[in-house]
């Protein structure tokens, strides 16, 4: 049997928005939220076998960075949805820029940046 991904880690400005707006467009729920490394805080956000691990550092220090030309960079998260109109229109409601739609082979897909410049793919199967 393969390897499963059981989750991804990302640094956040505002855990309290972030969790706010992962779990309002894609429906998860918070499994885990505690103390973490560095006297930072983690919430683990999703479903019964993957999330998303949001952390926040108790001092902030933001470097923007372009992640496709930086190594090791998260280029970014991708999200498989039910209704991928229905979870647009909940990104523009959060003032989020929904951006570079596509419709391939084997469904539609479209990008986002969240309030701390995280890159997110939401993408619906036909």
């Known amino acids: 049997m393969p390897a499963t991904l059981e989750h991804v ?3 956040v400005s505002d855990l309290e928005r972030s969790i706010a707006l992962v779990t ?3 429906g998860w ?3 885990w939220r505690g103390s ?3 006297s930072g805080e983690s919430a683990h956000v999703g479903g019964e076998h993957s999330y998303v691990a949001l952390y926040q550092h108790a001092k902030q220090s933001v ?3 372009d992640s496709y030309i930086t190594t090791g960079g998260l280029n970014h998260i ?3 949805v039910d209704d991928l109109s229905a979870v647009e229109s909940k990104v523009k409601a959060a003032g989020l820029t929904p951006h570079s739609h596509a419709d391939y082979e084997p469904g539609r897909r479209f990008y986002f940046q969240d309030h ?3 890159e997110w793919e ?3 199967y036909d």
């Open 78 to 80: 991708g999200v498989v």
């Open 29 to 31: 729920e918070v499994r």
């Open 24 to 26: 309002d467009l894609f």
């Open 9 to 11: 880690n990302v640094t």
């Open 36 to 38: 973490a490394i560095h």
């Open 122 to 124: 939401v993408v619906e």
């Open 63 to 65: 470097q923007p960075i």
């Open 116 to 118: 701390d410049g995280t």
